[in-house]
């Protein structure tokens, strides 16, 4: 039998490694929407793609009604914190309209699909000592509009399973990292930065931003299989954190990323990139979610570090 799988937000970084992996197992129809044509060809090529802007109410109804999912990952966001600060009003409409519009066509359909909410750790907000690592019962103190948005999905999406029984698992996800993510994101960006550097594209001096903060980084590689097991075996109506249980200061993985390069690079703090609020560490308990899947994500920091470098060495031999 095959199980018919809807990603939104598809063409986002996790969308894309969750669709290569799911193109990998048996059985698995995949449809992808996105706001925008794919950036490229694959994985879509492979499977089915459709532009379609969760906020427009219409096309939602019209491709959850024909596509008839069995499973869905709603992954479609303004994901980046920074950002969320500049435009707080799309953050929350995105968030909450976009949910609303993709529950009530699979109700409209009388589709019974389970469907996985990505949520965030930014949900947790400032966090104590005493309340490392933080594990799912913690109160959500949301600490920027990011942050919020992803509150209302989390509530909205019990507050769905209660109300009209729709079967939402949501995963409170860290930092995920790894190739092809937008440099928007510190790895990526500062990765991005020394393969400018390396390829004489720019000065050789990083900007950086908040280099104390620490945070929980895994592989969206490792965590797309998660995904999967979750999205079928959670328990409906319930947060997971996905996180590796490990924190690190932004420096220590600035520094893991320069000595994995030659080029001499010198370090300098640009006061843009400091945030109007930052949270200082973010380190969650993955015991929940340990229970359920069977492991955690555990490949070494230094290894996706190495690939997202690479990535963007790629990226700037094929401009
Ligand atoms: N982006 C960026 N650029 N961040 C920097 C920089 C820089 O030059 N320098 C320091 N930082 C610090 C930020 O201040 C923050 O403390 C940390 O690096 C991580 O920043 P981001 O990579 O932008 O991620 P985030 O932690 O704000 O949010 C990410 O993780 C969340 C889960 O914890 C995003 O992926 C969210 O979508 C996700 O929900």
Known sequence: MTARVLITGADGFVGRHLASFLLKQEG??????DMRPPRTAAPW???GFDVCDILDRDSVFSLVARFRPDFVFHLA???????????PGLTYEIALDGQVNLFDALREAGLDARVHVACSSEEYGKVKEEGLPIREDHPLLPASPYA???????????FSYQAYGIETVVTRAFNM?????SPDFVVSDFARQIAEAE?????????VGNLEARR??????????AYWQLVREGKPGEAYNVCSGRDHSIAEVLDLLLDLSDAPIKVEVDPARLRKSDIPVLRGDNGKMRELVGWVPDRPLEDTLRDVLDWWRDEMARD
């Open 28 to 33: 698995i129809e995949v449809l992808g929407l």
């Open 45 to 47: 090529d492979a499977c």
């Open 177 to 181: 990292i790894g190739p092809g993510q």
């Open 199 to 207: 390829a004489g594209s720019r000065e050789a001096v990083m900007r």
């Open 148 to 158: 919020l948005s992803k509150v209302i999905q989390d509530f909205h999406a019990v």
């Open 77 to 87: 966001a303004q994901s980046s914190v920074r950002r969320s600060w500049d435009d």
């Open 216 to 225: 929980d980084f895994s592989d969206v590689r490792d965590l797309v299989g």
